[in-house]
């Protein structure tokens, strides 16, 4: 039985999910990465190569209808059905311009979101040289040098005036040009980024972030994004889906119908969980209802970032032990003992924090003080 859309286990942790990723997005981007290579390594051989084929510019702006099909041209052609779809990928690859000389000043955009030749349209009727560098123009005391003519008043006029107070003060630094990934600051590009990218656009999920203590294993994680979302087949649930059940119950308190606010936040038993590590943390003890109410109480807690990161795997490991004493109950034929839910509690929570934050103390001095310096 299916608790969640598969889309939301894809979502990344920004939208809700799980940050999976979808094959779909990561095939275009493991494509993307040869458009990368072919922009970013202009001297390589399989480089130069497809330039010859398609041209400088390899058609990817302009894909090339030609009667034949390629695997170059397929990448191209995919990348220009993303951007139909809003997914412009391309528009992320931008040339930063260091002194110029690998740079053309009208065709390719190195300032600004568009090409000088889009930009000026009349100027660029009267160039020349229409595959002139950058360093080539910006060289000479007069921007316009290789016009035909010079510009008469009017529009031709009104655009040399704007092209000449744009560039008025830039300086061509002494470094090659090359090109960078914007989509990140770094300015490097990778996989994951274009990835996350497609999914953000084709996945939809929740508004609400995905919660991921790394100090606890995934599958602990796991278990506390079913309880924040409401994907566990409690009895409530169950019966929900049309399942006759004999009792929708709580079966670890008999008293309240067992929904996941209940058996996680608002039974006895959890409670006394609760008070237990309250005092063992030595906090201010609140009763919730929901996991929206112990969210509101945890977030304004005022301990060390590495402390609450601990205290919230704990609570995590938590909800994992409940959920596991309920089935226990449930389906064992032997009933579990409640006595030793705390007991485990600590135990597990000691042996992730010691090995996997690589802190150096027992067990007993973890239990008598957790906010031990890691």
């Known amino acids: 039985m299916?608790?969640?859309k598969w889309s939301g286990v894809l979502a990344s942790k920004d939208k809700g999910g799980l940050g999976v990723s979808s094959f779909f997005a990561l095939n275009r981007a493991l494509l993307l990465k040869w458009v990368w290579h072919f922009r970013y390594d202009r001297n390589s051989l399989w480089t130069r190569f497809i330039k010859a084929l398609y041209g400088n510019s390899g058609s990817i702006e302009t894909p090339?209808?030609?009667?034949?099909?390629?695997?170059?041209?397929?990448?191209?052609?995919?990348?220009?059905?993303?951007?139909?779809?809003?997914?412009?990928?391309?528009?992320?690859?931008?040339?930063?311009?260091?002194?110029?000389?690998?740079?053309?000043?009208w065709e390719e955009v190195w300032m600004g979101d568009m090409t000088f030749k889009s930009r000026f349209a009349r100027v660029y009727a009267l160039e020349s040289d229409k595959k002139i560098t950058v360093v080539d123009n910006m060289n000479h005391n007069v921007l316009g040098f290789s016009l035909?003519?010079?510009?008469?008043?009017?529009?031709?006029?009104?655009?040399?005036?704007?092209?000449?107070?744009?560039?008025?003060?830039?300086?061509?630094?002494?470094?090659?040009?090359r090109w960078i990934w914007s989509l990140v600051g770094s300015g490097e590009f990778s996989v994951a980024s274009a990835r996350k990218f497609i999914d953000?656009?084709?996945?939809?999920?929740?508004?609400?972030?995905?919660?991921?203590?790394?100090v606890v294993p995934i599958k602990i994680n796991v278990m506390a994004w079913k309880v924040r979302?409401?994907?566990?087949p409690t009895r409530l649930n169950l019966s929900r889906r049309g399942l006759e059940l004999q009792s929708i119950l709580c079966p670890n308190c008999n008293k309240e119908v067992e929904s996941t606010s209940h058996i996680f936040f608002a039974c006895s038993m959890v409670r006394d969980l609760y008070r237990k590590i309250a005092s063992w943390w030595e906090l201010s003890y609140s009763e919730f209802d929901s996991y929206d109410d112990w969210l509101d109480w945890f977030q304004v807690l005022r301990l060390h970032s590495k402390h609450k990161d601990m205290l919230e795997g704990v609570f995590y490991d938590m909800w994992r032990?409940?959920?596991?004493?309920?089935?226990?109950?449930?389906?064992?034929?032997?009933?579990?003992?409640?006595?030793?839910?705390?007991?485990?509690?600590?135990?597990?929570?000691?042996?992730?924090?010691?090995?996997?934050?690589?802190?150096?103390?027992?067990?007993?001095?973890?239990l008598k003080n957790p906010n031990l310096t890691l």
């Open 229 to 232: 979302f409401d994907f566990l």
């Open 64 to 105: 090339s209808k030609v009667a034949y099909s390629s695997t170059w041209l397929n990448i191209v052609t995919e990348f220009s059905m993303l951007k139909n779809q809003g997914m412009d990928l391309l528009s992320f690859m931008k040339k930063k311009v260091g002194d110029g000389q690998d740079t053309f000043f």
């Open 2 to 4: 299916s608790w969640v």
């Open 321 to 366: 032990l409940v959920w596991n004493f309920r089935n226990k109950s449930l389906f064992d034929s032997r009933s579990p003992s409640k006595a030793i839910l705390f007991d485990d509690l600590v135990l597990c929570s000691f042996y992730w924090c010691r090995f996997r934050c690589k802190a150096r103390f027992s067990w007993v001095e973890w």
């Open 200 to 214: 953000d656009h084709r996945l939809t999920g929740s508004p609400h972030k995905t919660r991921w203590v790394k």
């Open 148 to 177: 035909r003519r010079a510009p008469r008043d009017g529009v031709e006029m009104e655009q040399i005036r704007d092209m000449i107070a744009i560039l008025e003060g830039v300086e061509l630094p002494a470094m090659h040009d």
